[in-house]
């Protein structure tokens, strides 16, 4: 099994930004076979750390893409 990361980012300064697309795509036109799709984590944002305190913001998301090995 191989995986691949893919996700989307949006920030305030240069909008939304998608990762890891082309590369899964390439894949399954290469003849790759997707077995699974994992939820992988939050991206957060740092918006202020002040203090003691720290203010995120979830500023994407990502998925794990589990691929059969040939």
């Known amino acids: 099994m191989s995986a691949v990361e893919v996700g989307i980012r949006i920030q305030m300064e240069s909008g939304v930004a998608f990762f890891g697309l082309e590369e899964v795509n390439q894949r ?25 305190n720290v203010s995120l913001v979830l500023g994407g998301c990502q998925l794990e893409i589990i691929f059969e090995d040939a």
């Open 28 to 52: 399954i036109a290469a003849g790759g076979r997707i077995i699974a799709v994992k939820p992988s984590g939050a991206i957060m944002n740092k918006v202020d750390d002040s203090g003691d």
